[in-house]
């Protein structure tokens, strides 16, 4: 427990201060709730004085009652309201950097990571599993402390006052105790299972909804909802469990208090018959009977969950600690933009994409890269951008390693047009200022006008401050291509990747599509995944990529007089089935 609770105060990072005065106010608040009973007992003890014609209540014990009542309200709200504000900014502003913190980390992963993490394992963690935390961490811990802590001082206060009944209240907290250990074992177990079945559970629907549209068009209702049925009833499984085992054992550990209060109640009449105890003391330990345990049987209640918190943690620190790619990465700041792929082979787990390849790329010059579907052109473009590691060899940008840079530096020299464009769920305007956080109206206007979408972007009902949907769904192929051409002509980067750019845009789009990517590319070192034989005719020189390796390279001229894969396929682009050209 003490383990665990230092885990959160890690974890809350600069908000440990504030966790930690609301647990103080929020034990000083308990206080000035037990001061009342204590003026309850009081006033009893008092009134039996006087009874038995030992004590004559005046009115400065009346206001002595009062005050303390008054104090122990008046304490109890100031503290409470202190405690409760401490611990709802604490946990929120915690779990708020932990979002972010994991939002820069995810870009600084490899590409590969999201290959073999499920999107949906991600999506839980940062929404479900630290909504856990959010909620019920803080007050968790709050009511476990505050429930150990008066359990001790309530036990020995009783020893202090009848060692009888002192012994059975402590008998009664050992036997709880045992529940409690047993409690959190089986807690450890379904915890996991439950935060499992919930990631599964995002999982799928993600996929299921991902998917919708190949479901409708193949009415694939039946089939397709199959694994979020399953899902669903894993998670159900998991979420009743973990409730049946726990109420059962929460039933166990409250009977042992249960009986421990039945038996004082047995047990202080039978003293007092005996005359061991006064009736006073018989009266104030009956009375105590029925609260002395209110605070701990609260700790059994919520102690499953501080095994929810243990299996929450675990899980945000498998995530906060994927490796990032460049932990040992510099700000390197480039003096010339040659780009050198030397010796490269590069392996989708078992499979050989990259052949030991070599190419150079000179600063200021286009180069096309062509050839079959599957070949390796867009890995050849990932590897250039280091969203993956060569297995072999190197890659060098500037005459820089690629892995020397931080992914941000890096990043920095490269604007990428890819053939899915995706677009934020954010104003046309953000979309476009997202090549240049801090771009002025005019700047965004600017760019819009060189890629061909500030005449359409003008004609919609709120023009630059219209909305698009997640992926830029309300905007047609060519509309959603243009604006992410006057995203990276923001940028302005030196390098420009064009990964299909025009391949699946209409005939009028791909006008207006031609003159934004002139824009874009003036002046700059690009490399185009080409599939037009008009800008493949023009590059400074044309790769052509077959099985993982350079087949042969030179001008469109050079190329088409020498026999071999470009020659061939020239003469046969009108039957050439898969090419990309
Ligand atoms: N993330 C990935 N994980 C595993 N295999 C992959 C991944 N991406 C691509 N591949 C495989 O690597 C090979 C090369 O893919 P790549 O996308 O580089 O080819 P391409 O020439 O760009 O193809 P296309 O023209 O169809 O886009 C293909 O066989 C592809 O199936």
Redesign the pocket.
Known sequence: MIKLFKRLLNFSGKHRKDIIVSLITSFIKSNFEIMSFMAVIMLINWLLLSVEGKKVIDMTDVFTIFGVMVISIVGKIIFSNISNQKRVISSFKMCQDKRLEIGELMKRVK??YF?ENLLGEITATTTTTLGDIETISVTIFDKVINGLVHGAVISIWILIYDWHIGLITVAGIIIAMIVYVHIQKKSKILSPRRQKAQAGLVTSILEYIQGMGVVKAYNLGGNSSKGVKDAIEESSQANIKLESVFSSLTALYQLAFKIASSIIIVVAPYLLIDGEITIVKCFILLISSFIIYEQMEIVGSVSSLTRVIEASLNRIDNLSNTPIMDGDGKDIKLDNYHIEIKDVSFY??D?E?IKNMNIKIPENTTTAIV??????????C?LITRFFDVDKGEVTVGGHNVKDFTCESLLNNFSTVFQKVYLFEDTIFNNIRFGKPDATLKEVQEAAKKACCHSFIEALPDGYDTYVGEGGSSLSGGEKQRISIARAILKDAPIIILD?ATASVDPENEKNLQIAIRELTKNKTVIM?AHRLSTVKHADQILV?NNGQVEQAGKHNELISQEGIYKRFISAREEAIGW?L
């Open positions: 590409m590969g290959n989708y787990e499979m994409v050839g079959p579907s599957g070949s390796g052109k867009t890995t050849i990932r299909e995944i990529i990309q």
